[in-house]
C-alpha cells in the first residue's frame, strides 16, 4: 500500500511539473518589429551587415521583419508585388536576397525571427496599388471614387477579409513566405489598419478566425514537415479591447482555440504612456499566449501632413531614452510578459539598441532618469483621417470661461522615493495675470512656480504659461492619477490645456 501511494504521488508530481511547464511563459521578452527600410537603404552587404549588427545589439528575443504589406512585398516571388526603386536593389542584381540574408544572420545570433505581415497596409502611391487590387476592386472596402490620390488609393488597398478570394490570395503570399524562408513564424499586423471587414464587422468576424485557422494549420504543418520547434503565430491589435470587437478581431476566440502564441496590443502612429493592460491580462492570464504591449517610435506632431501643433513643450517628436524608460515602467509594472517595439528604424534609433533590454526592466532602470510625456487623448486613433487630417489626437481641452476645469488622467509606475519628481504643464493661450486652479488627486499643487512663455510655431507666436512644480508621495500616486484644472478667473482668450511632463531624476 505505501508503494501504491509514493508512486501515485509521483504521478500527480509529473502531471503538475507539466501542467506548470505547458503554462509557464517567458519573462521579460522583447520583440523588435523592424518595416524593412532599413534594409531597403543598404545596397551592399556591408550595409545590410551594419544593420544585422545593429539589431542583433539589442539581445532581442524576437525580430519581426516586414515581408508583406499585404501585397507588395520584400522579396522577389511569384505572387505579391515587388516594386523596384530602393538602394537594395543592387543587392537583387548581384545575385543575393536581402530578406533571406536578414532570416538567417539573425537567427544564427539565437534571435527567432517572424515575417511581419500588414494586414492592410494603407500607403496609397499609385505604383502600390497592385494589379490584383485593381482587378478585384469590387472586394474592396473603400469606394472607388475615380480620385487617385494617396488617401483615395490608400482606403481602395483594404479588402474584405469576409470574401474568400480576398483570403485565398493573401494566404499564398504566407505559404510562399513560409516556404521560401526558415522563418520562425508570422506576426499579423492588425494595426495597419482598419477596417478588415464589411458589415456586419461582429458576426464576419468568423472569416478572420477561419483565416487565423488556416494560418495556424500553415505554420503547424510546416513544423512538421521541417521536424521542428513550433512556430510562432502572433497579432499586433489595437489596444482598445472594445474597438477590436468592434472591428470584428475576435481575439478571444483566437486565444481559446490556441490559435496565437503572442498578442501584441498598442498604439498605431503615436507612442502613448498610458495605456491599460488589464484587459489583456485577463483574456491571457492562465494560458499559453504571451502578452507583449508595444510602443511605436512617433509621439507628437513634427511633420506637415500631421494635424495638430507640435509640443508646447519643446522637442517632443519622437521617443527619446527617457521616455522609453518611462513607457516601459508603466507597462511592465502592469505585468505583460514582454514588451515590444514597432517601427524602431535603426537608422533613426540604432544607438539605443544596445540598452533596450535594460531600458525596458523597471528593476534594471530604476536608478536612470524617465520622463512622462501626455498630450494625447486616451482613444484608439485608427487611421490617417483621425490621427492626421483631423488631429484629433493631440486636441486640448478648451477653458472659456471662469469656472470651467478640465480632469487628465494619467498612469505613473516609477518609483517615487527619493527621487527628485517635477511636474511641468502648460496652458496656451493663458497670460500671467489669468488664474487657474491646479491639483493631483485632489491635493491643491500650491507650491508650484509660473512663468511666461513666447512659442513660435509656423511664423505665430503662442503666449502660454508654463506651470512647474516638484511633487512628492503626498500628490503622487503609483498607478492611476488624476489633475484637474480650473480656470478662476475670466481670460481675454480661450485657454487651451492638456500638454504635461514629469521628469524623475533619483537622487545620487
Given at each position: 500500500m505505501k508503494n501504491y501511494f509514493f508512486h501515485l504521488l509521483i504521478v500527480l508530481f509529473a502531471i503538475f511539473s507539466f501542467t506548470c511547464t505547458k503554462n509557464q511563459k517567458p519573462q521579460q521578452t522583447l520583440i523588435i518589429t523592424s518595416d524593412f527600410g532599413s534594409v531597403r537603404r543598404c545596397s551592399t552587404l556591408k550595409e545590410l551587415q551594419n544593420v544585422i549588427n545593429t539589431m542583433s545589439s539589442a539581445k532581442p528575443d524576437i525580430m519581426t521583419l516586414d515581408a508583406a504589406a499585404p501585397d507588395l512585398v520584400n522579396f522577389?516571388?511569384?505572387?505579391?508585388?515587388?516594386?523596384?526603386g530602393s538602394p537594395f536593389d543592387a543587392l537583387f542584381e548581384q545575385g543575393y536576397d536581402p530578406y533571406g540574408i536578414m532570416v538567417d544572420s539573425l537567427r544564427k545570433r539565437d534571435i527567432k525571427v517572424l515575417a511581419n505581415i500588414r494586414m492592410n497596409d494603407h500607403h496609397g502611391k499609385v505604383v502600390y496599388w497592385t494589379p490584383w487590387e485593381r482587378e478585384h476592386v469590387q472586394w474592396s472596402l473603400g469606394k472607388d471614387t475615380g480620385a487617385r490620390d494617396w488617401k483615395a488609393i490608400g482606403r481602395l488597398r483594404h479588402m474584405d477579409y469576409a470574401i474568400q478570394g480576398v483570403r485565398d490570395y493573401r494566404f499564398s503570399i504566407l505559404k510562399e513566405i513560409v516556404g521560401r524562408y526558415n522563418v520562425d513564424g508570422l506576426q499579423l499586423?492588425?494595426?495597419?489598419?482598419?477596417?478588415?471587414?464589411?458589415e456586419p464587422k461582429k458576426e464576419n468576424a468568423k472569416f478572420l478566425t477561419a483565416y487565423l485557422e488556416r494560418i495556424r494549420t500553415l505554420l503547424d504543418d510546416t513544423a512538421q514537415k521541417n521536424n521542428s520547434t513550433r512556430k510562432l503565430l502572433g497579432v499586433l491589435v489595437p489596444w482598445d479591447y472594445q474597438f477590436c470587437a468592434n472591428e470584428g478581431l475576435d481575439v478571444k476566440t483566437w486565444v481559446d482555440q490556441g490559435l496565437v502564441d503572442y498578442i501584441s496590443p498598442g498604439e498605431w502612429y503615436y507612442a502613448d504612456w498610458n495605456i491599460p493592460l488589464k484587459e489583456w491580462k485577463n483574456l491571457t492570464d492562465g494560458t499559453n499566449c504571451a502578452l507583449y504591449p508595444?510602443?511605436?517610435?512617433?509621439v507628437s506632431p513634427q511633420w506637415d501632413f500631421e494635424c495638430g501643433e507640435p509640443s508646447l513643450l519643446g522637442n517632443n517628436y519622437v521617443l527619446t531614452p527617457e521616455k522609453i524608460r518611462a513607457i516601459a515602467d508603466n507597462f511592465m509594472n502592469q505585468q505583460p510578459d514582454g514588451f515590444a517595439f514597432?517601427?524602431?528604424?535603426?537608422?533613426?534609433?540604432?544607438?539605443?539598441y544596445p540598452h533596450l533590454r535594460e531600458w525596458t526592466n523597471p528593476q534594471k532602470n530604476s536608478s536612470l532618469k524617465k520622463h512622462y510625456f501626455n498630450c494625447r487623448k486616451m482613444m484608439y486613433h485608427a487611421n490617417e483621417r483621425q490621427a492626421f487630417d483631423e488631429?484629433?489626437?493631440f486636441e486640448r481641452e478648451k477653458l472659456h470661461n471662469a469656472g470651467d476645469s478640465a480632469r487628465f488622467i494619467f498612469r505613473y509606475a516609477?518609483?517615487?522615493?527619493?527621487?527628485?519628481i517635477e511636474l511641468k504643464m502648460i496652458f496656451k493661450n493663458m497670460k500671467s495675470?489669468?488664474?487657474m486652479d491646479i491639483r493631483l488627486n485632489n491635493n491643491e499643487l500650491v507650491n508650484g512656480k509660473w512663468q511666461e512663455q513666447q512659442v513660435l510655431y509656423k511664423d505665430n507666436e503662442i503666449t502660454a504659461m508654463l506651470f512647474q512644480c516638484e511633487l512628492t508621495e503626498k500628490e503622487l500616486s503609483f498607478g492611476e492619477n488624476n489633475i484637474v484644472v480650473t480656470l478662476q478667473s475670466e481670460p481675454?482668450?480661450?485657454i487651451e490645456a492638456g500638454e504635461f511632463e514629469i521628469w524623475v531624476t533619483p537622487e545620487s
Open positions: 522577389h516571388n511569384s505572387v505579391g508585388l515587388f516594386i523596384k499586423d492588425f494595426g495597419r489598419t482598419v477596417p478588415f471587414l464589411s508595444f510602443t511605436p517610435g512617433n514597432y517601427n524602431f528604424y535603426t537608422f533613426d534609433y540604432g544607438e539605443y488631429g484629433i489626437a516609477s518609483p517615487i522615493g527619493k527621487n527628485k495675470s489669468d488664474k481675454d482668450n480661450t
